[in-house]
């Protein structure tokens, strides 16, 4: 991908926010983020003109944008300036031309303050920052060639060619090769040779790792001793038809992340009181928000579907599942 990297088309504070708050998700598109450099994530985007990208980045969006990106320090201006250089990521692809970055003044009608209402998706940055962060777990996602948005949740997406597979973080496409800080990066295959293997995603086993404690993730960012409220709860989704029943462990869930990355935005906290179904894990919804994209892919079937069905009279005469 040729990331344009202009440098004196928008200033300095844009590209250190972005490096320093947004990538964490725009980098690699978590929770559907429009990534970083991605002209097709971007062009849908662009209709309501730059005060409108301005304002969904002050103020958040229903839809997972966090007021300021949960950054909520940082300034108005700084803010802009940071869209402003994602802006200029995709200038040279996108066809119809994104913004007039001088325009700034004509986004005034920007509202005052945020409301409350955006604090929850600004509480939960925090926490998904550290899951994702500690590992370069989001190189599972990377984007070497300028994929279309239709790849993105695409069934064996993750399952890339070997060769293909943990490049470099300068080849990445979601860091910045001019950055120094990238060339002072470990190189994935480097990073990820000691751990256990698995076979699909970046082809590390993160559970494992985890458990035999080959990786300590840092929880917090701020702070170093803070650790997860880990709940080692199952839940049984019973699978109509042939397939396995699904256990939902908890357990896992809860080492990386913290209870409001899930609960309520993704599932309402309570058993067999969400609808899921693979059409909706398929298009990136339910536990499709981070398998494919930030945990191991759709084509695991049986990490999921883990469970024998239970013997059910009314199923004795149909062939016994394996
Ligand atoms: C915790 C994850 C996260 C962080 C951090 C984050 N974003 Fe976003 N951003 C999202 C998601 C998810 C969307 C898509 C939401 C939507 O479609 O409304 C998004 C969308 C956007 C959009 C497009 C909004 C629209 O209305 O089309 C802009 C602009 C944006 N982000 C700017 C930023 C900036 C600037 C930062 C850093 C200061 C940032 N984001 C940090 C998750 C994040
Ligand atoms: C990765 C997503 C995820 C995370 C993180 C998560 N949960 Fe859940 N939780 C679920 C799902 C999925 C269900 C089942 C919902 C259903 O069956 O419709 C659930 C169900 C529950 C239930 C209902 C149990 C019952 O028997 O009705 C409780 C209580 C709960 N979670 C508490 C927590 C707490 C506390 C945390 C943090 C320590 C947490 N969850 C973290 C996904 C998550
Ligand atoms: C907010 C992100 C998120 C959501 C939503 C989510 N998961 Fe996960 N899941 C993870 C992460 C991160 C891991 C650990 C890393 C990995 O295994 O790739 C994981 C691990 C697991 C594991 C453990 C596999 C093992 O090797 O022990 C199972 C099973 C699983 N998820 C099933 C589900 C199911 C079923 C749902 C939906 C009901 C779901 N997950 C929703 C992020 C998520
Ligand atoms: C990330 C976890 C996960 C993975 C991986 C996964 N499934 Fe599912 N699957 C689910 C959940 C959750 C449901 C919904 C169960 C329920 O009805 O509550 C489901 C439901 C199903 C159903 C029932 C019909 C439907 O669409 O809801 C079928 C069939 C199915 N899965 C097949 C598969 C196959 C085949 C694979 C591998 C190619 C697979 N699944 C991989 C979590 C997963």
Redesign the pocket.
Known sequence: MSVFFGGAAFADAGKDLYNKTCAVCHAAGIAGAPRFGNAADWQPRLAGGTARLYASALKGTAKGMPAKGGNLTASDGDVKAAVDFMLASVKKTASASPAKPAAAPAAAPVAAAPKAAAAPAAMAAAPVAAAVAPVAKIDATANTSGASAADINS?NRLLKPIGKRNPPPAEDGIHDPANDGTLVLMAPLAAYGPLPKSLAGNRVNWVKAIDEKKINPRWDRQDANAAPVVIDLNIV?????S?P??V?PHKQHTEWLDCSNCHPAIFVPQKGAN?????A?LLGE???VC?GKV???????R???SKKKEFRPAQATAPATK
């Open positions: 069934f989704r019973e699978v109509k038809g397939m029943d699904v939902y609808a899921i179904s693979m059409a894990i339910k536990c499709g398998h945990a191991f892919p759709v084509s695991e079937c990490l999921c579907h």
